[in-house]
């Protein structure tokens, strides 16, 4: 079971930029994938998550509006697409598999989540 998230960059603020989540070794399809990140001396929060089906997505209040889940079910592919950054989305982006397939309960809860990639780098500043 592997995740390997891409697409980081510095970007300015009020820009836009596209993570990418690449899902391998595992049933893509049959779970909720979530988006988590992650500042210099902050705990990891939720982003965003989408259900298997893309029936159900969810995101943090700060993030609405701007930022866009979707995924790839045939290429087994997490997107993130972030519009009108700002500086305090300076952090690590991480995408997790959740534990249970079939299921999104607590969808915003990190311990529900049970394989991480290694993060991808996004930097907001001018």
């Known amino acids: 079971v592997q995740l390997v998230e891409s697409g980081g960059d510095l970007v300015q603020p009020g820009g836009s930029l596209r993570v990418s989540c690449a899902a391998s070794?595992?049933?893509?399809?049959?779970?909720?994938m979530g988006w988590f990140r992650q500042a210099p001396g902050r705990e990891r929060e939720f982003v965003a998550a989408?259900?298997?089906?893309?029936?159900?997505?969810y995101y943090t209040d700060s993030v609405k509006g701007r930022f866009t889940v979707s995924r790839d079910n045939a290429n087994n592919t997490l997107y993130l697409q972030m519009n009108r950054l700002r500086p305090e989305g300076t952090a690590v982006y991480y995408c997790?598999?959740?534990?249970?397939?079939?299921?999104?309960?607590?969808?915003?809860?990190?311990?529900?989540?049970?394989?991480w990639g290694q993060g991808t780098q996004v930097t907001v500043s001018s």
């Open positions: 997790a598999t959740f534990s249970t397939p079939r299921s999104a309960l607590h969808y915003n809860d990190p311990k529900q989540y049970n394989t």
């Open positions: 070794g595992f049933a893509f399809g049959s779970y909720t």
């Open positions: 989408i259900t298997r089906s893309s029936s159900g997505i």
